[in-house]
C-alpha cells in the first residue's frame, strides 16, 4: 500500500501554544489529503480536506482559525493546532487518497497523540 | 440517527473461528466501502475495500456488500489473536463535488486462545 507519514507521532504542549503537525505522501502525489480527531472510543471525525494549492475546506463546527491547514505542495499537509487547549488534546490522524486507486481508497499516517496541559 | 452503524462488540471469538463484522449505511448514494483495522493507539490500517455488490476474498477476508440493504460485513476465517483490534467501517459518497469517507464507530474484536 501507499506510504503516508505522519510527525510527530506524539507532543506535548503547554495551554496557549501552537503546535504543527505534519503529513507527507512518501510514494505518490496526493492532490487532496485529509485530516481527522479521534477521542477515545470513538470513531474518526472528519475535520477538514487539504488541497493542494488552495484553501482547506473544513467540516461544520471546525474552527478554520483555530486549525490551520496548509498543502503547499503534492507531497505535504500540515495542521496547526492555534493557542491549543486542553480539550484538543486528542489523535490526530492525517490520510491521502492515492491516484492509482481511482482517488477512493484512503491510506492513513501513523497518527500524533497531542496532550495540552 | 448515525450514518454509518455498527455495533461496538467487543466481539469474542476463539483463535481458528470466523469472526462476523456488521455495517449499516444509510446513504444509498454510497459507492465504495472499506474496512479498517486499527490497534489500540494506532492509525487506521486498510484491509480491504468493496464497490460492488457481492463479496470479495483476499486471504483469510471476505467482505460483502448488499447495497439493496445497505449493509456491509467482513469475515475473518482462522481468526488468530493478532486479529483482536477495532475494526472501523467506512462508507465513501460523493459530496460537493469530492469523495468523503464516513466511518462507524467499529467493532472491538477478541480473540481468545
Known amino acids: 500500500g501507499a506510504v503516508v507519514s505522519q510527525h510527530p507521532s506524539w507532543v506535548i504542549c503547554k495551554s496557549g501554544t501552537s503546535v504543527k503537525i505534519e503529513c507527507r505522501s512518501l510514494d505518490f502525489q496526493a492532490t487532496t489529503m485529509f485530516w481527522y480527531r479521534q477521542f477515545p472510543k470513538q470513531s474518526l471525525m472528519l475535520m477538514a480536506t487539504?488541497?493542494?494549492?488552495?484553501?482547506?475546506?473544513?467540516e461544520q463546527g471546525v474552527e478554520k482559525d483555530k486549525f490551520l491547514i496548509n498543502h503547499a505542495s503534492l507531497t505535504l499537509s500540515t495542521l496547526t493546532v492555534t493557542s491549543a487547549h486542553p480539550e484538543d488534546s486528542s489523535f490526530y490522524i492525517c490520510?491521502?487518497?492515492?491516484?492509482?486507486?481511482?482517488?477512493?481508497?484512503?491510506?492513513f499516517g501513523q497518527g500524533t497523540r497531542l496532550t495540552v496541559v | 440517527q448515525k450514518e454509518v452503524e455498527q455495533n461496538s462488540g467487543p466481539l469474542s471469538v476463539p483463535e481458528g473461528a470466523i469472526a462476523s463484522l456488521n455495517c449499516t449505511y444509510s446513504?444509498?448514494?454510497?459507492?465504495?466501502f472499506f474496512w479498517y483495522r486499527q490497534y489500540s493507539g494506532k492509525s487506521p490500517e486498510l484491509i480491504m475495500s468493496?464497490?460492488?455488490?457481492g463479496d470479495k476474498e483476499d486471504g483469510r477476508f471476505t467482505a460483502q456488500l448488499n447495497k439493496a440493504s445497505q449493509y456491509v460485513s467482513l469475515l475473518i476465517r482462522d481468526s488468530q489473536p493478532s486479529d483482536s483490534a477495532t475494526y472501523l467501517c467506512?462508507?465513501?459518497?460523493?459530496?460537493?463535488?469530492?469523495?468523503?469517507?464516513?466511518f462507524g464507530t467499529g467493532t472491538q474484536l477478541k480473540v481468545e486462545l
Open positions: 467506512a462508507v465513501g459518497a460523493t459530496v460537493g463535488g469530492g469523495n468523503k469517507l464516513t
Open positions: 490520510s491521502a487518497r492515492h491516484p492509482w486507486t481511482g482517488n477512493t481508497e484512503a491510506f
Open positions: 468493496i464497490y460492488s455488490n
Open positions: 446513504d444509498r448514494g454510497s459507492q465504495s
Open positions: 487539504s488541497n493542494e494549492g488552495s484553501k482547506a475546506t473544513y
